[in-house]
Each structure stands twice: as C-alpha cells, then as structure tokens.
C-alpha cells in the first residue's frame, strides 16, 4: 500500500522546535494558580528559607513559585529503602514512604496528581507553605519543575538480521519472532484496531492491556481529532509498528504483545507530552511487568538539549534504576537535535539505553532542519551530502553516554489512520533496538540488562559518527542472539552459534546437563583429531543442526543418557561421525547426513535403548552403523545407508529392531555376526554384494524385507534357529545356507508382502513352482532351496503372485529397483512452472509483444496457474460463487479459445482448486480443498474422473508435482503424499504441517518442500527425511541442473542449498516476501521481493548464479512466479492485473493491463509461444503476436 510520505523536499520534520518550547512555558505559567496578596506575603516570608533548600529544588519550580504563587512538581522521594526482591514488597515500601511525606502536607499545601505505585514519590501542584514543609522533610530527595517533552522525530528489519533471527527456534522449538514477550511502548498512544496491530485491545489481543496516563483511564487509544498535529498523533503506532506490527509489514518482534501507555495530549491546543505523565506511564509499566509478562520498555519521548553526564536531569533516574534493578531493559530515544557531545533527557540517564539513528541504505542527499524560531522559520539545519547503510544520520544526537545505533531514516511503518507512513527520527530507531531485546528475551528469558546491553554492543556492527568521530554499535538481532564458538568452548547453557564458518581444533565439550546446543548451520573443521562436540557423562542435551568436519569424531557422546542428536552434517572425520558409547544409553539421533568418514558413520559401543532415524549414512569407508559390544535393544527406522563397506553391523548384540530402511550399494547391506533376536523388517535392500548376511547368529527374525538386485541376497554361514519369511528375493543368487534355518512360517491368513491373503514363505523371482490350488503359496518342486544353496530344507510356502507392480518400485517381471528419477519428459507445460524441477523454463520462444490473441469467460475468477497439453488444450481451475459457497471447476480449453469440457470438483464454503498437472499418459491430476476436506482427482483427457482421494483435513492441499515414473507428488492433511497413477498411496511423509506450495523434485529423486514448520524438507524417494533446513515461511522451490535447491522466504531471503542441505548462499533484494524462483539457461534466478496478495510496492529481482542482485524492476504490487521463454524473456503477473515480460537485461519488452485485481496465476507458455494468463476476472487471456 502506499503510504503517506511526511517529508516534504528534502526537508525533516522536527518535533523539538524553539515554538513548542516558548509556548510550554507560557502553558504551565497558565495552568498555576495566580497569588493573591496573601500569597504574596507568604511569598515574601519564604524567599530566604528557599534560598537554603535549594539544592533540593530545581530553580525553575523557585521561579513558577515567585511568578504564580503554585508549581507543577514531581516529588522524588528518598529510595534507599527499596527492595526489589518482589514487586509486591516494593510497592508496600514505596506506599510507605508517599504515607510519610503526604502525611505532613494539607490539602492547601499539595493537590495531588498521581501516586506512584512502584516509584518512590508523586506528583500534583504545590503552593508556598508545601514547597517549604517538602523542602524541610528529610524523606525528600528533590522537587522537579512540571516540563514538556515531545515526540522525537524497512529495508531496517532485514538490515539488523531480525528477518534472520526468525529462522531460529528458541528452546521451546519456537520460532523466535518475540513469542510470549510484551513490549511497553510509552509514547502518545497506539491505534490499536490498525489490522496490522490485530485490529483489537485487551486480553488474547497483540495490543493486550495498557494505560492512558495523560487521560487517566485504561484506553491507551489515541482518540483526538489530531488536526494539524498528525505526526504527533501518528507517531505512537508506528513505533508500536516498528517494534511488533504483523500484517502488512512485519515489524522485529512480530509475534510480541504490545502494552501501550499514552504520555501525551493537547493542553491548551498545544500537542505536549508533561514529565508527570511519561513518569506515570513507566510506573504503570513496572507496576504492570508480571500482569502482561513486560520484558522491555521503549520511549520515544525527549526534551530538547544537550545532555551529558555533568548536565543530565535526574528526575526519571528512580523509574529507569528500578526498572533496571527488575531486569526490565528501557530503550530511550538519544534526539534529533544534531548534538554531538550530549544526548536528550532522559536518554542521558546512565541507566537508560539511549539510541540515536543510521539510515537503513542510501537515501540521495537529505537536509534536516533541527530547530525553528518563533515563526516556524528554520534556525539551523544539517545536511547529509552523501547516504548510506549505516551512516549515522546528521540529525542524530551522540555522544559518550550514546550507547546504540539503529537505523531511523526513512523507516515505513503503521500509521494511526489504518494506513502506513514513512518517518524518521531517532524515535524510529529506538524501538529497533526495543524489539532486538524481546527476540532475546524469548530466547533467553532470565538475561540482565548488563548481559543485554554488553550483548548489544560487543555484536553489533560498528559505525562510526563523523561528527564527532566515535564509534557505536548499530544493532545487529541475529548477533545478539548467536554464538560466535570459540575453540575449546565448553557449554554451559542453552546456546544458539552464530552461522558461519569457524576452524575450532579442540571443538566443543558440552560443560552441563540439560541444555540445548543449537549450532544454526554453523560448520566446525578440525585437523584430523579430537572432537567436533563432546558429551561427557552430561545427560539431556539437545545438539542439533551442527556442520562439523575434520575431526577425530565428529559428535561423542559417552556415559549419558537421554540426550537427541540431530539435524547434523558429519563428515570427512578421520573415526566415526557419532559415537555413541560406554553406556550410553536411551538416546535419538534423528536426521542427520553421515557422510565420508574414515571409518564408521555412527558407532554404537556398549550403548542400548537408543533410537536411530531418518538419518543418512553414505560413502563412509567402514560401516554405516555400528553396533557392538552388547549394544542391546536399539531401534533403526527410516534410515538410509548407502555406499558403505556395511550398511548396518551388528556385532555380539541383542534385541535389536532394524525396521523400514534403506540399503544399497554397500558391501553388505546387514550384517549380523554373534548377535541374537534381533529384527529386521521392512527394509529394502538393493545393489549391495550381499543384502543381508548372518553370521554364527540365532533366533533373529527377518520379514517384510525387498531384497533385490544384490549379488547375494541372504547370506547365513554358521547359524540356527533364524526365521525368513514374507521378503521378497530377486537376485543373482538369492540365498545361501549351511544351518538348520526356517524359511517360512505355517499357513497363515494374513496380507503377504505380495498382496495375496496368506503368510508363508517369501517371493522367489526364480521359483517355477506352480499354485494349483490358487491360494497364493507355491505347492509344486519343494521346497525351494535357492538352486542348492539352502543346504538343509528351505522355502515350503513360496509366495506366488501373477506379474504387476509390487512395493516399492518392484515388478514381479523383472525384479528390478529404479532407484533414480530422471528429468520429466519433454512436455509443453505440464505443471507449475513447466516441470518437476520447477524451473520455469520453456523450450519454446514466448509472445514478443502484448497483442491480445483471444480471452475466454470461465468463472467469476481464478488463481489457478495453467497447464498445457502437447495437444495444445489447456487446463485451468476456475471458480464461481453461490452464496456463501465457492463452486470450483477443471476447464480444458482449445487452443483457439473454446470451451472442450468442464469438470465439477467441489462446492462448499472457501472451496479453492490448485494448479493442474499433467501425467505422461495424458492425465490431469488435481487438487481441491477447504478447511475441513481435501480431494485428490485424476482426471481423463474426456472430462471422466479416473480416481478421487478424499478425506477430512485441517489444512489446504497443495498442487500436483509428477516425476518421470508417473509418482504423483501431493502435500495433504499434514503429509507429504506419493501417489501411483492408479490412485494408491505409494509412501506418506509425516510433516504434521501443510505443505507450501508445490514440491520438487531432484534429477536424483528427492523431493524438495517447503513446510509450515518454516523448513525445506529434502525427502528421500522412499518417503524418509534426508535433510531439513530451517528458511522460515518458503516458496516452491526450484532446482538447478547442478542439483542446487533455490527457495524464496517469506523473511525477504533467497536462498540456495547444496543438496547435502548446507547453505550455499542467502541473498535479499527489497527485503520483503521473496517468491518462488525460476532458473534461466545461464544459471540467471528471477523472483519478486514484495508483499504477498497486493500487500505494497515491490520489485521483480534478478540475481546472478552466486547470488549477487543483478537488476531489480519496481513494481506496484506483488507478482506471481515468473516464467522463462527460450530467448530469456521473463514473463510474470501482478496482483492487480498487470502482465509483465521483461528482456534478460532487465528492460521492460511488454505489459498488458488486466484492469482486475487477484491477478497471480503464474504465466504458462504454449509450444506455438502464446502466454496463457488466469485471472481475478475470470477469464483466461492469450497472448500471441504470431
């Protein structure tokens, strides 16, 4: 949306100006009572006695007092006493003290203004004969003068990494968006029904309580007529915008809660915000900390000066230092006044954390005036010649006691009219830094102010003011947060690395239980010894997503228990990946890449009752898994082993389950020796010399497994008593024997691993027996004995089967795995974004120009990006409305713009279709939901429907990505769903989250999503989790020919991941939304940066293959995802109705305005080069010059 812009020329709005100042004045002097003659005796009989008091008086209250007869004070009272041990007890003590001093003043003395509840003192107008009876009482500290303050006057978010922390969980595994915090903004109030804000007040609300100090009441609204005061009035909700807005722009706490306090209002006209009431405002949020769970306060409020430590008011130091002593942090803005050796008041207050303001980029030259006389006519201006990211503004005040910086100009915020606003000012930057500070209190709640502020200025980026030439920190949230590991580091408390790169030669030792290690895709490199992590006798300890290479182990983890391990990169260690030993016992290690290792992957040693899943284990020199040495009980599921000497080793071990893995291209597959009662089921194993070898072994079971494709498919030497029965064996040679070993069990009615209705034997590729009586199991030349190689009986009941497609991938005709998927076959666009790699890509020239080819009326609208048939139909959902109902439709349409068929999919209230795929025998998959149900339906070339999946489900279904097999790939009800093209589930990949938009998939196999869980999944081809990475709120990802993933987040990051899930690069354009990207033939990514569904301006992004920004085109609005012609045209949509094609150089080649909003169907290209463009107003446009 486009907001208004408050700066006129290149001129700044100042909010502190010589005006306001002269007019204050005259405003208290009017407020006070004028003295009448007694006043003037009184006043006569006292002007001695305050010449001895004052040091406790500050002048100007002596001067109202001569001039007025009356003073607006505040009373600070002695807090010597205070005790901070509890809230409760400090507001008993501060009570005491208000009791003892007011006690002694009549009502003619003192008409009181407000009692603090947790701030020693009070305020109210005082007359003569109570300035006296104040002044003399030794419970007083000192008596201020009643003053004005004022306000002080998004590229920032990404600049300070906050986007960046958003990727991070907290040690509840929360994203760290500021979750569970409340922020105090104390300002002139807070629209809080602004959409962005939540659009509600009080409890369950993002604005969850506050005060109004100024009106006294509970509504912290700002609800005057502002008149020429806009700014003013504005100024409260876009700082409550900067620190926590969630809607429309995203501010740096998003998740956080807002208390809001107004301090300020018109008296006498004049737009003001008195010292009472801001000191009213920060009591109410100190007394208020444990009501609204308050973690940090934030004033963008100042009185004009230049404040240093010899100069600095004291009058809020009690409210800042009692804040302080509750480990409430207290941001303050430093002023605009251009001062560059003091800072505003209370800035200035050494307890205070005082921020002045840098640019977020460059803005062009900027002029600001800083101070007006009398008539509005600037008195003294600065100007910034030259701009920058992180130059420190002219305007901003600093100094020694400035203590941050963060960005102030030009920052676009909410505004209190339900709109957005652009503003500047160090009013800007405070609440940045206020919003940093509730990211690190979600992830770490008990930090101390020290620890924040210390935090604050070791990690941030240093800039220096050329004004006076000192060097401040410009806040940096993901520094704040992350550890940077130091070598030896031993950890002691829950701990969050900084991501990078670090060469750590001792690694790290976990130094206490119970922790959390979060290494945030940092890689740790050794020199060949030692460990990456160590875990010593320390139990509960989470490590998770650590790269860790090049070291003797890379995790250990030795005489501890119930410790998880997982989301790890180990490789190229001169031992093992993990160790697991001595003890070790009732630990997860779960998806984690073991890789290259010079001799085992993860070793188990005199370690039971542990779980290993979903981890991947490849091209190690010994053995994938090694268990060993009465290592009993432990659990293997969904693993992958691959390109190891042994896939799993079980060596002098019992009771173990190996259940649902995957084997291949291993020496030995299993390898099972001395070991008894264990299990093995369900895995596959392929492609390996031996699949499953035991070895001087008993009574171990091995069922349900697909042995196929490996030189020997069970090997046993030495050992009795075992039973195989219901595995499938198609190898060369298929089993091998010398012991007395079952090789079926007894009839049984049963589901065979073959479909048929009984258990028995297993299936035999070369078993040439017969089924006469048709009950499934072979009943002729028995028993089966492998051509002699099962030495004492064998197989009995061969399970017998007519040829078809079995399993995994298995076909009873030949036997074979295909454990590749291939690039789609040629098509002319079958899916979103023409194929299952996404990548946008066309073989074919598109549309040179804008000429209009025809338009075709399906509905009252369609988002659905279309699909092309090598015949030339086109496929598009479309949808009508009926009520409270939508009425979606599959529409083929001719090449010439006619209607072919219609297919009804559904009609039910927010009903919504997908985009359609198309499958290689001509198939149209599609899918449709709402809330509460989702369907699958292929659909016939005719219009008939061929099959329907349907159930209940809690969340939208995402469209159909096909691979070359004809594997349809869908995300449904919390799953990632692999579907045959007969309609049957192939494999379900539990997300527990919905898919966002549609997967991908790898020339390799692996299935690429991004989930709600803010992650990329990479899924094997078998359904088990290869990696995740952590991106935030994703795109559809793309996948380069070199197997690079390329991902857009919804933080404004692109991102691109090495396929073994490390990150390769991240890249910003405008910081906003970033979309799925498409890939050209050089390499060249194209994707928008801007907000989602019309949500404000953008830009359509190039970037080089090594992520640098290439060019950027600015658009109006978001688009949708582009697509490619041959030539390298890029074509792509915009929410309110603009089609875009834009030369490779970044130029624009044509545009065609739709005149329609909810227009981000993403463009389709036909073979004869027409662009086909769904739209908001229903309609199917071509585009075609030829």
């Known amino acids: 949306m486009a907001g208004r812009f408050l700066l006129k020329s290149n001129f700044g709005v100042l909010i502190l100006t010589s005006l306001a100042i002269l007019l204050a004045t005259a405003i208290i002097s009017s407020i006070l009572a004028q003295p009448n003659a007694d006043d003037i005796q009184v006043q006569e009989d006292v002007q001695i006695d305050m010449q001895i008091y004052s040091s406790k008086v500050e002048q100007e209250v002596l001067d109202q007092i001569r001039d007025n007869g009356s003073a607006m004070v505040i009373v600070e009272l002695d807090g010597g006493n205070l005790d901070f041990s509890s809230l409760e007890r400090l507001r008993e ?87 569970g915090q409340t922020i105090c903004v104390i300002d002139s109030g807070v629209n809080y029904t602004h959409p962005d804000l939540g659009g509600c007040f009080g409890q369950g609300c993002k604005v969850i309580g506050g005060w109004d100090a100024h009106g006294n009441d509970p509504d912290p609204i700002n609800d005057v007529n502002c008149g020429d005061h806009e700014t003013d009035c504005g100024h409260g909700t876009h700082v409550a915008g900067i620190v926590a807005a969630n809607g429309g722009i995203k501010g740096v706490a998003p998740d956080a809660n807002i208390a809001a306090v107004k301090a300020c209002g018109f008296i006498f006209g004049l737009w003001t915000c008195p010292n009472w009431d801001m000191l009213e405002g920060v009591d109410w949020c100190i007394n208020n900390k444990d009501n609204y769970n308050i973690s940090v306060l934030t004033m963008s409020l100042g009185h004009p000066g230049e404040y240093n430590s010899t100069n600095c008011l004291t009058w809020m130091d009690q409210a800042i230092n009692n804040a302080y002593n509750l480990s409430l942090p207290f941001t303050i803005a430093a002023g605009n006044g251009g001062r560059k050796s003091g800072i505003a008041d209370p800035a200035c207050s050494p307890k205070a954390i005082s921020v002045g303001a840098t640019y977020d980029e460059a803005r ?90 210390f935090r604050l200025k070791s990690t941030g980026v240093p800039v220096v003011d050329e004004g006076n030439g000192l060097i401040f920190s410009r806040v940096d949230a993901l520094a704040a947060i992350c550890t940077v590991p130091t070598n030896g580091m031993a950890i002691t408390e829950n701990t969050i690395l900084c991501a990078g790169t670090y060469n750590l030669l001792d690694g790290i030792s976990i130094g206490v239980p119970n922790i959390i290690l979060d290494c945030n895709g940092a890689t740790i490199i050794g020199n060949g010894a030692n460990y990456g992590v160590y ?22 983890v030795y005489s501890s228990s119930e410790n998880f391990i997982d989301s790890n990169v180990l490789d190229n260690n001169t031992y093992y990946g993990a160790d697991v030993a001595f003890s070790a016992n009732y630990n997860t290690l779960r998806d984690n890449i073991i890789s290259n290792n010079d001799i085992h992957g993860i070793k188990l040693y005199q370690a039971s009752h542990n779980i290993l899943q979903n981890n991947l284990v490849e091209n190690n020199n010994g053995y994938g898994f090694d268990v060993a040495s009465s ?47 264990n299990s093995f089921r369900g895995n596959i194993v392929t492609k390996n010399q031996y699949g499953i070898d035991l070895g001087a072994s ?8 697909r042995l196929v494709n490996n030189s020997y498919g069970m090997w046993m030497w030495s050992s009795n008593l075992n039973t195989v029965y219901n595995n499938i064996f198609n190898n060369t040679i298929n089993a091998h024997d010398d012991g007395a070993n079952s090789w079926n069990i007894s009839k049984t009615l049963g589901k065979n691993i073959i479909g048929g209705k009984y258990l028995g034997g297993n299936s035999w590729h070369d078993y040439a027996g017969k089924d006469s009586t048709r009950d499934g199991l072979g009943d002729t030349m028995l028993p089966y004995n492998s051509t002699g190689n099962i030495a004492n009986g064998g197989d009995f009941l061969p399970l017998v089967v007519k040829t078809g497609l079995l399993g995994f991938g298995v076909n009873v005709s030949n036997m074979s795995v295909n454990m590749t998927i291939i690039k789609f076959k040629d098509n002319t666009w079958p899916m979103f974004k023409h194929d299952a790699q996404h990548t946008g890509r066309s073989p074919y020239i598109g549309a040179q120009s804008s000429v209009l080819k025809w338009r075709y009326k399906m509905d009252t609208w369609t988002s659905s990006s279309p699909a092309i048939d090598p015949d030339g139909t086109i496929y598009t959902a479309s949808s009508n409305t009926s009520g409270d109902n939508d009425v979606v439709y599959l529409n083929a349409i001719n090449p010439n713009g006619t209607i072919k068929w219609g297919y009804f999919l559904g009609e039910s209230f927010a009903y919504q279709a997908t985009d359609p795929a198309i499958g290689n025998d001509g198939t149209i998959y599609i899918t449709a939901s709402n809330n509460f149900d989702t369907s699958v339906f292929a659909i016939n070339r005719n219009g008939t429907v061929k099959w329907n999946f349907s159930g209940y489900s809690n969340a939208r279904a995402s469209s159909a990505t096909i691979d070359y097999n004809d594997t349809i790939y869908v995300g449904y009800r919390g799953s990632l769903k692999a579907f045959r093209n007969d309609g049957n589930v192939k494999w379900s990949y539990l997300t527990n989250n919905y898919l966002v938009g549609s997967p991908a998939i790898g020339n390799d196999g692996t299935i690429y999503a991004s989930v709600q869980d803010q992650n990329l999944h990479a899924v094997n081809p078998n359904g088990t989790l290869r990696w995740k990475y952590p991106i935030g709120y994703g795109s559809s990802p793309a996948i380069g020919s070199d197997g690079v993933i390329y991902v857009g987040s919804e933080n404004g990051y692109l991102y691109s991941l090495n396929s073994n899930g490390s990150l390769k690069w991240s890249s910003l354009c405008d910081g906003e939304r970033m979309s799925s990207p498409s890939i050209s033939l050089d390499g060249t990514l194209y994707a928008l940066s801007g907000h989602a569904f019309g949500g404000g301006d953008g830009s359509f992004c190039s970037f080089y293959p090594n992520g640098t920004l290439k060019w950027r085109y600015p658009v109006s609005d978001s688009t949708s995802s582009p697509s490619i012609g041959r030539d390298g045209l890029v074509y792509f949509t915009s929410f309110y109705g603009g089609v875009y094609s834009l030369n490779p150089d970044g130029s624009l080649k044509w545009y065609y305005n739709t005149n329609e909003d909810y227009t981000y169907s993403s463009p389709a290209i036909g073979n004869d080069g027409t662009i086909y463009v769904g739209s908001g107003d229903g309609y199917l446009y071509a585009f075609n010059d030829h």
Not at 418 to 445: C, E, F, R
Not at 546 to 551: L, Q, S
């Open 93 to 179: 003590i501060v009570e005491e003290n208000q009791d003892a001093v007011l006690s002694t003043l009549s009502a003619e003395d003192f008409d009181i203004e407000v009692r603090y509840k947790v701030i020693s003192g009070f305020s109210g107008k005082v007359t003569y004969s109570g300035l006296k009876k104040l002044a003399e009482n030794i419970l007083v500290k000192k008596i201020y003068g009643g003053k004005f303050f004022y306000p002080l006057l998004e590229e920032s978010v990404p600049l300070i990494n906050a986007t960046r922390v958003w990727t991070l969980k907290d040690f509840q595994n929360r994203i760290i968006t500021g979750k």
């Open 364 to 453: 062009g030259p900027s002029t600001y005036c800083l101070e007006r006389d009398v008539f509005g006519d600037c008195m003294r201006s600065c100007t910034d010649n030259t701009t920058r990211a992180d130059k420190v503004t002219c305007y901003s005040n600093s100094g020694t006691e400035l203590d941050l910086m963060a960005p102030g100009s030009l920052i676009h915020s909410i505004w209190f009219d339900g709109d957005y606003n652009w503003m500047h000012g160090t009013s800007q930057a405070t609440p940045h830094v206020a919003g940093t500070i509730a990211l690190m209190k979600q992830y770490k709640q008990n930090l101390t102010v020290d620890q924040i502020v």
């Open 535 to 556: 875990n010593n006798q320390h139990n509960n300890v989470h490590i998770k997503s650590c790269n860790i290479k090049n070291y003797g182990t890379g995790i250990a």
């Open 631 to 677: 290592s009993n009980e432990n659990s293997f599921t969904n693993n992958t082993a691959n390109s190891n000497l042994v896939g799993i080793k079980i060596y002098d071990s019992t009771i173990n389950n190996a259940q649902n893995n995957t084997l291949f291209d291993n020496t030995f597959g299993i390898l099972n020796e001395n070991s008894n009662y």
């Open 698 to 705: 008993a009574n171990n079971i091995i069922t349900r497994n």
